[in-house]
């Protein structure tokens, strides 16, 4: 055996690890499912993510915070509208900063207090920022999860 049989092999070894790799990191970063079929050579990207599962009393906990932040969401809402004009404000998400950074400083200063507000709220029900979110991306896309959250907040 010569030495180009190994370093063939090798190369072998490092493109199918680079491949695996990239696999990896591109399903971690979109939440997708990235599979590789050897047979057909396909390269097949589908939604399909982890089931999630919450406890009751997360689901409750969440509940409790919606509703709480509904609550100081609907006067935020109306007073940077006040300032922005209607329909504007409805496009406010605390997780992307640039929504709130393009606001004028008045507004700024309502849509910082109600996120800062409703973190608060998130962490007095014993829910991190992450876990409320992953849970409301959860709601969305489950329809009997909804149902339970909606039996919570009844």
């Known amino acids: 055996m010569n030495i180009h049989y190994y370093i063939s092999r090798l190369n072998k ?13 591109t399903g971690i970063v979109t939440g997708t ?9 396909e390269l097949v990207f589908s939604n399909a993510v982890l ?5 009751d009393n997360d689901l409750r906990n969440y509940a409790r915070a919606v509703l ?8 935020a809402i109306s007073q940077i509208e006040s300032i922005v004009g209607r329909g ?14 393009r606001l004028p400083d008045n507004a700024r200063n309502i849509a910082l207090n109600y996120c800062n507000t409703s973190a608060q709220i998130v962490s007095k029900y014993g829910l991190t920022n ?12 489950d329809a009997n999860l909804r149902q339970k ?6």
């Open 13 to 25: 070894s490092l493109t199918a690890t680079v491949i695996v790799s990239v696999l990896i990191i």
């Open 51 to 55: 089931a999630q599962s919450f406890s």
């Open 68 to 75: 709480e932040i509904e609550a100081i969401r609907q006067p």
């Open 149 to 154: 959250v909606q039996g919570f907040m009844r």
């Open 130 to 141: 992450e876990k409320f979110n992953q849970i409301t991306r959860a709601v969305q896309r």
């Open 88 to 101: 504007k404000a409805a496009k406010l998400a605390c997780h992307q900063p640039n929504t709130i950074n």
């Open 33 to 41: 499912n990235p599979q590789l079929s050897l047979q057909t050579g």
